[in-house]
């Protein structure tokens, strides 16, 4: 199975800072990657499809990079409700496999 | 507008089954892929199974194979898992998911989740 790791587990930052968020892939998954937000209680939000396309509705200020086995979330000038958790999501080969998640903390 | 709503968790004795169901409506239920991801309280998400149009193919996790099953009924929009044997460590919030029509093992949509808890 493809393991993913994130990295920083956590991190934390200020409203308007820019934030990058690490998604590393133990082997080549071409740009089968996916990003979600998840805040507590609530299903997990589709932010970024096919490593860098930013779903429909999403806020531009998420933007998603990456190819192979190195995959970076951004986030550029976060907003009070970005504070929240982040996962990948590697669909290159099942079984299907998230990362550990991001938590981004004030 | 697309939605998703899960039903049928519970709580469970070890070695129990539940037969959980998702309701579909707002899209074409039956051209899509459906899958079930959990998440385990306080814990990541992990993805549990998949399932085509039309019944098939079907895909699980090694930690689920054999003891849950993944099914769908496209004339009722819905889409179920049976859960066997269930395990202390089977205890999380059980997300129905869509595969985006465009293609793709992602999810574009999500329910709200129902809870399993085994104890």
């Known amino acids: 199975a493809v393991q993913l790791t994130q990295s920083p587990s956590s991190l934390s930052a200020s409203v308007g800072d820019t934030v990058s968020i690490s998604c590393r892939a133990s082997?080549?998954?071409?740009?089968?990657l996916a990003w979600y937000q998840q805040t507590p209680g609530k299903p997990p939000n589709l932010l970024i499809y096919d490593a860098s396309n930013l779903e429909g509705g999403v806020p531009s200020r998420f933007s998603g990079s990456g190819s192979g086995t190195d995959f970076t979330l951004t986030i550029s000038s976060l907003q009070p409700e970005d504070f929240t958790t982040y996962y990948c999501?590697?669909?290159?080969?099942?079984?299907?496999?998230f990362g550990g998640g991001t938590k981004v903390e004030i | 507008e697309a939605q998703l709503v899960e039903s049928g968790g519970d709580l469970v004795q070890p070695g129990g089954s539940l037969r959980l169901s998702c309701a579909a409506a707002?899209?074409?239920?039956?051209?899509?892929?459906m899958a079930w991801v959990r998440q385990a309280p306080g814990k990541g998400l992990e993805w549990v199974a998949n399932l085509g149009p039309g019944g098939g193919p079907t895909y699980y996790a090694d930690s689920v194979k054999g003891r849950f099953t993944i099914s769908r009924d496209n004339a009722k929009s819905s889409l179920y898992l049976q859960v066997n044997s269930l395990r202390v460590e089977d205890t999380a919030v059980y997300y129905c998911a869509r595969d985006p029509p465009r293609g793709g093992a992602y999810f574009d949509l999500w329910g709200q989740g129902t809870l399993v808890t085994v104890s």
């Open positions: 082997q080549d998954i071409g740009g089968a």
């Open positions: 707002g899209f074409s239920f039956g051209a899509t892929y």
């Open positions: 999501e590697q669909f290159a080969n099942y079984p299907l496999t």
